[in-house]
T-cell receptor, first 113, second 113 residues
Framework: KNQVEQSPQSLIILEGKNCTLQ??????????LRWYKQDTGRGPVSLTI?????NTKSNGRYTATLDADTKQSSLHITASQLSDSASYIC????????????FGKGTLLTVNP | NAGVTQTPKFRVLKTGQSMTLLCAQD?????MYWYRQDPGMGLRLIHY???????AKGEVPDGYNVSRLKKQNFLLGLESAAPSQTSVYFC????????????FGPGTRLLVL
């Protein structure tokens, strides 16, 4: 069964600290992996997308990595800000499909001052 | 450029009532999607459309119908609402398939009593 597991479920850090969120998937065949940020009460917003051949992608203070061999991805947030408080969702697209995206349940990040 | 908009933002229904959720996008995107998001679960695809006049079932289509009469609009209908359909509904659109970014609307919160 195609699944996307994220850890931790929730995380609390202090402003200015770094953190890393994890995503493990069993989706096969694999097309691409995306990380989304979802603020409370809002729709998800795309942060990064990586294909099989890419192992790292950055978007400002967000850096995503992908290990397609172990089917693991991570999202590293550097020098966190209060505005980083949100749910971060890992999404994997099934290869050969236009619509079969498997969403993780998300990691809820809280950045405290 | 408003992006993806959803109407209404919030609605309360009684069991058995019907309603239509409207999604509109002004980006000339071909692909549009309806998802539901429930606590403790990842987003799940209800229906999707790959172009004007086309619709297809997603992962959880039962109890819902959709229509895409105009390219910019994607309607989600509940013919006879059930408490199990209490959820937050997100519409998304994408220019084409593949690596294109999916843009989400702000969501519609639906409560069925």
């Amino acid at each position: 069964k195609n699944q996307v597991e994220q850890s931790p479920q929730s995380l609390i850090i202090l402003e200015g600290k770094n953190c890393t969120l994890q995503c493990n998937y069993t989706v096969s065949p694999f097309s691409n992996l995306r990380w989304y940020k979802q603020d409370t009460g809002r729709g998800p917003v795309s942060l990064t997308i990586m294909t099989f051949s890419e192992n790292t992608k950055s978007n400002g203070r967000y850096t995503a990595t992908l290990d397609a061999d172990t089917k693991q991805s991570s999202l590293h947030i550097t020098a966190s800000q209060l505005s980083d408080s949100a749910s971060y969702i890992c999404v994997v697209t099934l290869g050969g499909s236009n619509y079969k995206l498997t969403f993780g349940k998300g990691t809820l990040l809280t950045v405290n001052p | 450029n408003a992006g993806v908009t959803q109407t209404p933002k919030f609605r309360v229904l009684k069991t058995g009532q019907s309603m239509t959720l409207l999604c509109a996008q002004d980006m000339n995107h071909e692909y549009m999607y309806w998802y539901r998001q429930d606590p403790g679960m990842g987003l799940r695809l209800i229906h999707y459309s790959v172009g004007e006049g086309t619709t297809a079932k997603g992962e959880v289509p039962d109890g819902y119908n959709v229509s895409r009469l105009k390219k910019q609009n994607f309607l989600l209908g509940l013919e006879s609402a059930a408490p199990s359909q209490t959820s937050v509904y997100f519409c998304a659109s994408r220019r084409t398939a593949g690596q294109e970014t999916q843009y989400f609307g702000p969501g519609t919160r639906l409560l069925v009593l």
